[in-house]
């Protein structure tokens, strides 16, 4: 049962991936970045004070770096949801599994503590031979700049990703978390807009701008739904199915963009999706706590 928070927390950041392609025709990267990052201060804020904890933190610089890292990755994945088909932006996003497991293995061979299992270095390679074939398409289309950067999202979603464990064995509640890291996303985007400029709201198309508060709030839904998933559900169940995005990703994309990928395209992105489950069976065996990842 609990694994179908995890399914439905995959739904509500599709559904916000939707409204990012749709918002980024009348608005900039930084700005949605930005948006997104103040409607869920208020969001993440309510939450917060509902639950009756505090913003007062021991660890403020942990919260700074990932914050950091992780507005790096967000802000390239909703570059790659403009400028890339949902389905591809979506997949190079979820490589995040898959990069996970390249640290494992890079640490083992790094520090030379353990030997590498062949099975987890296989998934890794597997992995990256699916990017291949799904950025072949954006080759062809001269999109390989925005895929390159939605790979960039993947690889920062990954380093979050660890980071919320440190967090997480410091003792910091989730709601915190999230709320520090949608601070951040404000802060980012209000200075990233100094530079690139502000869109004038009498110049939005208002089919554009009614995603603005959602893009917010169903970030903030999916992240509640994906932390009640992992704290009350097996661990390998739910985070296997965290990966049920790309399918709500592709009947998007299919359905709404009409988005047109070549069968190589397609055949990379289930290669992807496979390697991400086998990565993370594996590497639950050797990290057995895992918690979730954010978006």
Not at 175 to 197: C, N
């Amino acid at each position: 049962m609990q694994a179908l928070w995890m399914v439905l927390a995959s739904f509500w950041f599709a559904l916000m991936a939707v409204g990012i392609k749709y918002a980024s025709n009348s608005f900039g990267t930084f700005e949605l970045v930005f948006y997104r990052g103040l409607v869920s201060i208020v969001f993440m804020g309510i939450v917060v004070r509902a639950s009756g904890s505090t913003l007062r933190t021991p660890v403020p610089l942990m919260h700074v770096w990932r914050s950091t890292i992780g507005v790096v990755s967000l802000g390239s994945w909703f570059y790659a949801i403009a400028h890339l088909p949902l389905a591809t932006a979506m997949t190079l996003n979820y490589m995040s599994g898959v990069w996970v497991a390249a640290f494992v293995v890079g640490g083992a061979l790094l520090y030379g503590k353990e030997q590498p299992q062949g099975a987890l270095l296989g998934t890794v390679l597997m992995g990256f031979v699916g990017v291949v074939m799904t950025l072949r398409p954006t080759i062809d289309q001269n999109q390989l700049f925005a895929g390159l950067i939605g790979l960039l999202s993947g690889l920062g979603a990954a380093l979050a990703y660890m980071q919320v464990t440190a967090l997480g064995k410091a003792g910091e509640p989730e709601e915190r978390t999230v709320f520090y890291f949608s601070v951040g996303s404000a802060v980012v985007g209000a200075v990233g807009i100094a530079f690139t400029g502000f869109t004038p709201w009498s110049e939005v198309d208002w089919r554009d701008a009614v995603w603005v508060i959602p893009i917010g709030v169903l970030a903030s839904l999916g992240q509640w739904c994906m932390t009640r998933a992992y704290r009350k559900g097996a661990t390998l169940v739910v985070a296997s199915m965290q990966y049920s995005g790309i399918v709500f990703g592709a009947v998007f994309s299919l359905a709404l963009f009409g988005d047109q990928i070549p069968m190589i395209g397609w055949i990379g992105i289930a290669v992807i999706v496979a390697s991400g489950v086998l990565a993370t069976v594996l590497r639950t065996r050797l990290l057995p706590h895992t918690p979730a990842e954010e978006h």
